[in-house]
T-cell receptor, first 114, second 113 residues
């Protein structure tokens, strides 16, 4: 089945810095890649997604890049703020068979200090 | 105002006992899911339901049984609890199985002693 790997496992940066979170997947049948953010004690919150027919998507300070050939994604967060501190999860969903099921990476814990 | 309600928020259970985790969504979604997040593993898919029917089951153990009494309910019954079942269990929903937009509940943190 699909496996999703995320790196790094943690990041500590000063406010204003940019960060890059990398994600790779194994199943070429995966076509949809949503990312979620989880603040301590809170629910997972959708932040951005991309489909396999796209290479780039931007949502304010978030930019998501997708390389279908290498099965790799990267999430770029610019001008980080303390409120960005959370665990960020990459996930992948196949376009066939088990529609609806997401496979998650292990998460990247981001800490932004003022 | 949470649109997906999970109850209880915290649960402590004794090994061998049985518990039910409650999930209700008020989004009008037709598909509901259970995921598990433990200290040792990433967030794992467990079950998906669509229109109250089981669609996908990735849980090896029959001790985990989802129950859908209403379209907007998907409870999770866990029997013969083991310490390894300790995890946070998240319920989620989407308009349909093919929908991109998942909404997650805030989770039930289960500790089995």
């Amino acid at each position: 089945g699909e496996q999703v790997e995320q790196l790094p496992s943690s990041l500590i940066v000063q406010e204003g810095a940019s960060v890059l979170i990398n994600c790779s997947y194994t199943d070429s049948a995966s076509v949809y890649f949503p990312w979620y953010k989880q603040e301590p004690g809170k629910r997972l919150q959708f932040i951005i997604d991309i489909r396999s027919n796209m290479e780039r998507k931007q949502n304010q300070r978030l930019t998501l890049l997708f390389d279908k050939k290498t099965k790799h994604l990267s999430l770029h967060i610019t001008a980080t703020q303390p409120g960005d501190s959370a665990i960020y999860f990459c996930s992948a969903r196949p376009g066939t068979q088990v529609v609806g099921q997401l496979t998650f990476g292990s998460g990247t814990r981001l800490q932004v200090y003022a | 105002d949470p649109k997906i309600i999970q109850k209880p928020k915290y649960l402590v259970a004794v090994t061998g006992s049985e518990k039910i985790l409650i999930c209700e969504q008020y989004l009008g979604h037709n598909a509901m899911y259970w995921y598990r997040q433990s200290a040792k593993k990433p967030l794992e898919f467990m079950f998906s339901y669509s229109y109250q029917k089981l669609m996908d089951n990735q849980t090896a153990s029959s001790r985990f049984q989802p129950q859908s009494s209403k379209k907007n309910h998907l409870d999770l019954q866990i029997t013969a609890l083991k310490p390894d079942d300790s995890a946070t269990y998240f319920c989620a929903s989407s308009q349909d199985r093919g929908s991109s937009d998942y909404t997650f509940g805030s989770g039930t943190r289960l500790l089995v002693i």
